[in-house]
Each structure stands twice: as C-alpha cells, then as structure tokens.
C-alpha cells in the first residue's frame, strides 16, 4: 500500500508483528517478528502460496523481545485484535519506538469482516482486560478468535482516552477508514513523542462498574461472553443461568480491581436430558429436558477428540453453528452438561451426520 511504503519505507529500523507472503508490504524493510508457536499461521500461508514469510525473531506480541527505544517503526496489520489487553498491548509497542517513531496499525473494521454481527467492543471492556492484565490464557475466547471489535470511531475514541491521560504520547499522523490494502480494516497511523505516563491506581476511587463472564471450563470460538453492567451497585440484568464471575473496576485511570467474587445464577435444574436433533444445512439444533440458556454440550468424536461447545438457546432449542468446520462422516456423540445451580452431566445422545 502506498501510506505504509511512503510512511514507513525511508526509515531503517523496523519490526512487523505476523508479517505473511499473502499480504506483503512493498518498498517497506522490516524484520518480521512471531510467535515460535505459529505454526496454524505457516500452514496456512503455504497452502495459498507454497511459501511463507521468514521469521528473523521470535516472541509474543505482548511481551516484544526488544530494547527500549530500539526501533524507528512498528507494523501491526491484522494483529492488534488478537490481542485481549488492547491497552497494555499498545503501551508495550510503543516502549520499544524511539521518539519520533512510528507504530502503523491496520485493524479488521467490524462491518467489512466476519465480526459483522458482534456488537463493537466497549471502551469499558478494554479497561477491564487492563485492570485484569487479561491474557490469551485468562480470556473467555479461543486465541484464534478476535477479541475485540471496532469500528474506525471507536478505535479512535480508546486512543484518544490513553492519549488524554498521556498514557501513550504520541500524535495521530493518519487515518484511512476503508485501508488502501486490503480494504476490509482501518489504518491508524502513530507517532511517539515521548514517554507515556505510568501511575498508580487509585485505590480510593468507587467502583465504576462490574464485568462479569460465565464461569466455563473451556474457551469459546468467535464470541464475545463479557457482560459490562455500569454502576457502583451491581444491578442485574437479564443473563444466563450458572455460575459467573464477576469483579467490580474502579474508576479513574488506570483502571484496578476493587473485589472478586462468584454468582450462581438462575433456578436448579437436574442434569438435561437431550431427546432429540435436527439439522438446518450446517446448524445443529437439539431439544429435550431441562436444557435453558447456559447449558453447553460436549462433543466426543469417533478418534476420541472432545469438542465442548456453548450453544445459543434459541425458542427452548440449543443451536450450534457448525458452518464451515470438518465433522466425522460416520456421525459423533455429544453429551448435555447444566452447571450449577444443581446440574450436572447427562447422558450421549448419538448425532447422524447431516443428509
């Protein structure tokens, strides 16, 4: 594209973060920095293009194996939304900027992707994932998900809030809406002009609101579970039943944690008991006894694989979205689980692969 190779091709010294043969940046130099774990990433560039991007270092975009102040620039295309502490991970891409450097970001725009039906990510939201130093571990969200969802606004609106409280000193030096590459993202360009502010949490501050998510032993794929309920008194709303998590974030910047705590929510129920399943195309819908809205379903495949899932409950049906993935031909087993209050495991119940 021409921003990045007009911004970004004069200056020597430069990282990008998950550089790919499937969209590379001409006239730009850069040492391409990944995950020692990114083998799904590699696979996936050699099958479109029989080759793949060099990797000159290794490391985690959250945590950059780099100096302070060592680098001229920082590229970032479709990354930053992998990443659960959109605050902390920006923080730690500038630290490693000179000043005067700059960090260009290009970011999925949730209209043009497959985030299209997800609600855009609150500002509240990211200010929990920093007060609970969230990480790819900790998240509700399967790595391979986008965390976070934005729009152009919003995006801009996180920044200018770090930008405010001098958290990250920098200036805006671009924006494209629609990005000149692919065009299915954003692009925000950066300059740093100094050193963000570090304070301490105010430890006095009250609470501003309460994030809560559901308690699961597994993660979720292409789902956002947090729930961000405003106020200093946790009023709430309408959710599923089971067990959650909750913990109250103070106000003020940075944000902290003033307490944790667990809810069991909702009335006992006994173990379900499916009866029944149909398919529409690549949906599978399950019906049957005791099943409500927090009840998950464990898949055994005929290899011995488990899949849990968190369905949808739809009209007093459980519905699975399985557009897109490979299921076994001879069919699979999927076993009901309700969490507390009461619940428990109940029995399998065969699924016939769809006609």
């Known amino acids: 594209m021409e921003l990045a190779r007009r911004v970004l091709g004069p200056l020597a010294r430069g990282v990008e973060i998950g550089a790919s043969v499937l969209a590379p940046f001409p006239g730009v130099r850069a040492w391409n920095l990944d995950h020692p774990a990114a083998r799904l990433f590699q696979d996936a560039q050699r099958a479109y293009c029989g080759s793949t991007a060099p990797i000159h270092l290794f490391g985690a975009a959250e945590t950059l194996p780099l100096c302070d102040e060592a680098l001229d620039f920082l590229l970032a295309s479709h990354v930053l939304e992998h990443m659960p502490d959109t605050i902390g991970v920006l923080a730690e891409w500038a630290r490693v900027l000179r000043p005067g450097g700059i960090?260009?970001?290009?970011?999925?725009?949730?209209?043009?992707?497959?985030?299209?039906?997800?609600?855009?990510?609150?500002?509240?939201?990211?200010?929990?994932?920093?007060?609970?130093?969230?990480?790819?571990?900790?998240?509700?969200?399967?790595?391979?998900?986008?965390?976070?969802?934005?729009?152009?606004?919003?995006?801009?609106?996180?920044?200018?809030?770090?930008?405010?409280?001098?958290?990250?000193?920098?200036?805006?030096?671009?924006?494209?809406?629609?990005?000149?590459?692919?065009?299915?993202?954003?692009?925000?360009?950066?300059?740093?002009?100094?050193?963000?502010?570090?304070?301490?949490?105010?430890?006095?501050?009250?609470?501003?609101?309460?994030?809560?998510?559901?308690?699961?032993?597994?993660?979720?794929?292409?789902?956002?579970?947090?729930?961000?309920?405003?106020?200093?008194?946790?009023?709430?709303?309408?959710?599923?039943?089971?067990?959650?998590?909750?913990?109250?974030?103070?106000?003020?910047?940075?944000?902290?944690?003033?307490?944790?705590?667990?809810?069991?929510?909702?009335?006992?129920?006994?173990?379900?008991?499916?009866?029944?399943?149909r398919w529409e195309g690549q949906r599978l819908y399950f019906a049957g006894e005791h099943v409500a809205d927090g009840t998950w379903l464990e898949a055994t495949y005929p290899?011995?694989?488990?899949?849990?899932?968190?369905?949808?409950?739809?009209?007093?049906?459980?519905?699975?979205?399985?557009?897109g993935l490979t299921l076994p031909a001879a069919g699979f087993r999927v076993v009901p689980v309700n969490p507390p209050p009461g619940g428990g495991r109940g029995a399998a119940l065969f699924v016939p692969p769809p006609a």
């Open 303 to 323: 290899d011995g694989s488990v899949h849990p899932a968190l369905p949808l409950f739809v009209a007093g049906e459980l519905l699975v979205e399985l557009t």
């Open 103 to 277: 960090l260009f970001l290009i970011v999925p725009h949730r209209d043009r992707t497959m985030d299209a039906e997800r609600p855009c990510t609150e500002l509240a939201h990211h200010l929990a994932d920093h007060a609970l130093l969230n990480t790819a571990r900790s998240d509700s969200m399967v790595p391979t998900s986008h965390y976070h969802v934005w729009r152009t606004a919003d995006f801009l609106a996180l920044l200018e809030l770090l930008r405010a409280q001098r958290f990250l000193d920098c200036s805006i030096v671009a924006v494209e809406d629609v990005d000149s590459r692919a065009g299915n993202g954003f692009t925000v360009v950066l300059e740093k002009r100094g050193r963000g502010e570090r304070r301490a949490p105010d430890r006095a501050a009250p609470v501003a609101f309460h994030r809560l998510v559901p308690d699961l032993p597994f993660q979720v794929t292409g789902r956002s579970l947090e729930v961000i309920v405003p106020g200093e008194e946790l009023v709430l709303p309408p959710l599923a039943r089971g067990r959650w998590r909750v913990a109250a974030i103070r106000a003020g910047f940075p944000p902290s944690v003033a307490r944790r705590f667990e809810l069991e929510l909702g009335p006992p129920l006994s173990a379900p008991r499916l009866t029944r399943t």
